[in-house]
């Protein structure tokens, strides 16, 4: 109540309402546009239908929460938890929950479920992992990356110079991707599945600020959000062509059930989170629902680059933005960025 209290005399009040009414419309057209999109009731099926005669590795970076929660739940439900599943993030107690509930991996698949803590704000931290990973994994079959937290703040610098929402939103999937590519490439080698799929804005990016690169300079909430949404389709793509006979994928995951509001930093969005939620509950998808989806589209991108919306759905590069220039020099900007000192 106390929270409620003081949202109504905030300074930041005129802002709720300005993102509750883009949050309707937004609804209005999601409802809209979901009409030709595949069924849940067909998503889940072709889902139930991978039956790979591998045993599958697969990481979930920032599955400790929200839709990577939901993506790794799924996975697991639909392999019957015979699969060696890593989840990545920072709180122990939320990932020793979720694998607790995963199906249990049968003697003969000879694996197990597991939780590497990591802050993944910091590309020392993130190097420290793939580091250790390649050194006791043969391959890896799935990549799975959305991690991110929802903040009102403006440049927050880490310690290593990168604004903390890009660094999370983009640097370190870049450098999780980049750093566990022998793994990747080893699994294709041996005739089996190797897909990294990204969780964040697919179609909804801006063109690339080249002379920005990282937003020292014009930073703002509005457009570190189209940046690092364009950044992660130049990531994917730059990648597959590097890498043709690996999968890529890029996905908007639309309005979902998360406690990312309530996990904020800031004291206006813990406090507005229930009532966004209460307004537009009956719009948001689950995080089940969502992870399906998301399953989905990971399963069925083929070689290369490709992006998917809400439902899984192939979007095609409809609001691709990104030039062979700024795709070279994001490139080279991004090296030089995640590079950790000895």
């Not at 980049?178 to 990016?205: F, Q, Y």
């Not at 995951?253 to 229930?274: Q, W, Y």
């Not at 070689?303 to 700024?326: H, N, P, Q, T, Y």
Request: glycine share 8%; net charge positive; proline share 4%.
């Amino acid at each position: 109540m106390d929270g409620i209290k003081s949202l109504m005399h905030s300074p930041s009040l005129p802002l709720l309402a300005s993102f509750t009414a883009a949050v309707l419309l937004i609804s209005y057209f999601v409802f809209r546009s979901t009409a030709n999109m595949p069924s849940l009731a067909t998503v889940r099926a072709a889902n139930a239908a991978f039956h790979p005669r591998y045993t599958p590795v697969a990481l979930f970076v920032g599955g400790t929460s929200g839709i990577g929660q939901g993506i790794a739940e799924a996975f697991a439900r639909h392999t019957k938890g015979n699969a060696h599943i890593i989840i990545i993030g920072r709180n122990r107690a939320a990932a020793d929950a979720i694998i607790a509930k995963f199906p249990k991996p049968t003697p003969e698949a000879k694996v197990s479920h597991e939780f590497i803590q990591c802050d993944v704000s910091l590309m020392k931290n993130v190097q420290a992992v793939t580091k250790e990973l390649l050194t006791r994994l043969p391959k890896i079959n799935f990549l799975v990356m959305s991690p991110g937290f929802f903040s009102l703040k403006s440049r927050d610098e880490t310690e290593e110079g990168i604004d903390r929402k890009l660094a999370v939103n983009y640097y370190a999937r870049w450098k999780f991707t980049s750093d566990l590519l022998p793994a990747l490439r080893k699994a294709k080698e041996n005739g089996e599945d190797a897909r990294v799929l990204t969780v964040l804005a697919a179609g909804k990016g801006t063109e690339v600020d080249v002379d920005d690169l990282g937003l020292k300079k014009t930073y703002s909430l509005a457009k570190a959000g189209t940046q690092v949404a364009a950044y992660n389709d130049l990531m994917m793509k730059a990648f597959a062509a590097k890498n043709p006979d690996i999968t890529f994928v890029h996905s908007y995951p639309g309005a979902v059930r998360t406690g990312l509001m309530s996990s904020s930093d800031s004291a206006f969005l813990r406090a507005a989170s229930p009532i966004v939620m209460g307004l537009f509950y009956p719009v948001l998808v689950s995080l089940q629902e969502s992870g399906e989806y998301m399953l989905y589209g990971l399963l069925n991108g083929g070689k290369g680059f490709s992006r998917v919306g809400s439902r899984g759905e192939d979007i095609g590069m409809k609001r691709f933005f990104g030039s062979d220039e700024a795709l070279k020099k994001l490139w080279e900007h991004t090296v030089k960025a995640t590079e950790v000192s000895s």
